[in-house]
Nanobody
Framework: QAQLVESGGGLVQAGGSLRLSCEAS????????AGWFRQTPGKEREFVAH????????YYADSVKARFTISRDGAKNTVYLQMNSLKPEDTAVYYC????????????????????WGQGTQVTVSS
């Protein structure tokens, strides 16, 4: 059973940057796909970014493409989300998630594909 813990959220002005971290315990990120989602009050959780099990392929929602970068550090067993050029509409609780299946290469854009979730970290972007 994986436990995921996010950190790095906070308050930032529009145009600024933040880096979110997601550290796993009880399980490695190597050979397992992982992603980031975000949620605002009254809305469903939405896909933000995904890194495949190889660590070599990444996917992004159109709304964050070219601004956000997902990456992982095997030695630290951590997945990151670097967020640049932040906008007020990026304000949300951000969640890290991991797929249970080894070498997973299926669909990645909805919550149901992910089995383990962190508790979330709040990101607030002021205008």
């Amino acid at each position: 059973q994986a436990q995921l813990v996010e950190s790095g959220g906070g308050l930032v002005q529009a145009g600024g940057s933040l880096r979110l971290s997601c550290e796993a315990s009880g399980r490695t990120f190597s050979n397992y796909a992982a992603g980031w989602f975000r949620q605002t009050p009254g809305k469903e959780r939405e896909f933000v970014a995904h890194i495949d099990w190889t660590g070599g392929n990444t996917y992004y929602a159109d709304s964050v493409k070219a601004r956000f970068t997902i990456s992982r550090d095997g030695a630290k067993n951590t997945v990151y989300l670097q967020m640049n050029s932040l906008k007020p509409e990026d304000t949300a609780v951000y969640y890290c998630a991991q797929v249970r299946d080894l070498y997973y290469s299926g669909t990645i854009y909805t919550e149901r594909e992910y089995d383990y979730w962190g508790q979330g970290t709040q990101v607030t972007v002021s205008s």
